[in-house]
């Protein structure tokens, strides 16, 4: 039995192919666990699939088979394929952050548009395995394209809990043109993540939301392939934006694997970086100054009505926050908030550079530019932050931003858009007085 699931709070087994997401003994959040084949797993084997051409290795999950799901018969594999993202460094706004060595990897260049698409790969083939014919998620949006996208590729229906408020206009447009089955409910995430596992049991439906350890098994691979790019040497710190805190969750038990099995030599530091109106890790998580280990500051969960531009993180309620909490243990991690304002503009920031994200995925500029001015990020250490989602998901933010139209938030770095009239002579003003 090369893999099976584990609860991380009192260690009980079940078998791989039962359909569960919480321990039937105490609640507990399971783990996908594999028993790796060392004598196989190398960094020269990942490294020997670079550039593959044929199914399952040409994706950037499914390229780490052997510690993602080592047993599977790739008959199952729903892949479109995924992952192979770009690593970009970003000299600029390193300075603009105060480092000196920053990379962006950019997960919104997924096939849909973000990192859930590592996730769906994992959870959507799982649903295959255990013979599921309907998958369903509560999505403030990118689960939900994420989900329809690879549900219609399985040929298996997908059903979708919306908020009926706050939905970016992209990702809405996406789950309905995908196929999948969409309900909006009025009811915020945290609520519709109750209702979808509510309802998936009563009518034995997959529940693909986070809470499905297969997700964060494919997620786990933004990791491997951060890894894999910077030659398998380990940044100083990884700086992911946190909602649910799946990434936070997989990206620790990803990081704790390398280390084990030798492909790391050291483990790099997470940095959970929340939207200030829905931060309820970072006000569990506060330091305390007179304790030198930083970890002892955790407490329980304090569940908030979140609210944030940010709509991908507007999570009060985050269903990981106990794997996250021990992915921070683990990694010397730390937590750390941003405003809205700081949001928008480090997100107009890496827009500029030609690169750009939707809005959640700035927490991770505007959070290393916090953590390096509060000297907890020193300057010459290698930073890498995930950009989790692309710059089209959102327009309508995007948009308003530049326009300086959105509420109680006035843009730093704003680009008017012009006006003028149909004759050259018009133009040729216009441009020559912005000269
Ligand atoms: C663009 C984007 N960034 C960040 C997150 C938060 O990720 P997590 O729930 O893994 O913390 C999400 C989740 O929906 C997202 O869509
Ligand atoms: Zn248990």
Redo the contacts with the bound molecule.
């Keep these: 039995m090369a893999s099976f699931l584990q609860c991380m709070d009192c260690q009980k087994q079940y078998p791989i192919n039962q359909v569960i997401y919480t321990c039937e003994a105490c609640g507990g959040l399971l783990d996908v666990k594999h028993e790796f084949n060392r004598t196989l797993i190398s960094r020269e084997l990942f490294d020997s699939r670079l550039g593959a051409l044929q199914a399952p290795y040409n994706s950037g999950v499914w390229r780490y088979k052997e510690l993602i799901y080592p047993d599977l018969d790739k008959k199952f594999i729903v892949s479109k394929p995924e992952g192979n993202t770009n690593l970009y460094h970003v000299p600029k706004l390193a300075a603009w952050a105060g480092v000196s060595n920053l990379y962006l990897k950019h997960e919104g260049e997924n096939p849909t548009g ?3 698409d590592r996730g769906m790969t994992g959870g959507v083939t799982q649903a295959r395995v255990l013979g599921m014919q309907r998958v369903a998620c509560a ?5 939900s394209a994420a989900l329809a996208a690879y549900a219609a590729s399985a040929g298996i229906q997908g059903i979708i809990f919306f908020e009926n408020k706050n939905i970016a206009l992209g990702k809405l447009s996406q789950a309905i043109a995908y196929g999948a089955t969409c309900i909006q409910i009025d009811a915020d995430f945290d609520r519709n993540l109750e209702l979808v596992r509510e309802v998936s049991a009563q009518l034995g439906i997959y529940v693909l939301n ?1 809470v499905n350890p297969f997700r964060l098994e494919g ?1 786990k691979t933004i990791m491997f392939e951060v890894i894999q790019q910077l030659k398998w040497q380990a940044p100083d710190w990884i700086v992911v ?8 969750s997989a990206f620790g038990k990803g990081l704790v694997e390398l280390y084990e099995l030798g492909l790391i030599d050291k483990l790099p530091r997470i940095a959970v970086i929340q939207a200030e109106g829905a931060s309820p890790l970072f006000h569990s998580y506060q330091p305390n100054p007179d304790i030198k280990d930083y970890q002892r500051g955790i407490d329980e969960l304090t569940p908030m009505k979140a609210n944030t531009i940010a709509t ?2 507007k ?1 009060g309620n ?1 269903v ?1 926050y106990p794997k996250a909490v021990r992915a921070l243990r683990q990694t010397n991690g730390v937590v750390e908030k941003v405003t809205d304002q700081e949001i928008m503009d480090a997100k107009a920031l890496i827009d500029a550079q030609g690169i750009g994200c ?1 809005p ?2 700035a927490c991770s500029l505007a959070g290393v530019r916090k953590l390096t001015q509060t000297g907890i990020i020193q300057a010459g250490q290698t930073v890498v932050g995930i950009l ?2 692309h710059l089209l ?1 959102d327009p309508d933010a995007t948009i308003k931003y530049h326009q300086n139209t959105l509420d109680n938030l006035s843009a730093s770095y704003p680009n008017q858009l012009l006006q003028a009239v149909g004759d050259a002579r018009s133009i040729i003003k216009l441009l020559t007085e912005r000269e």
């Design positions: 973000s990192f859930k999505s403030t949006g990118n689960t986070s997620q934006p946190g909602g649910n805190l799946g990434n936070t991908a993180i999570i985050p990981n939707e959640a995925s989790t989602g998901k």
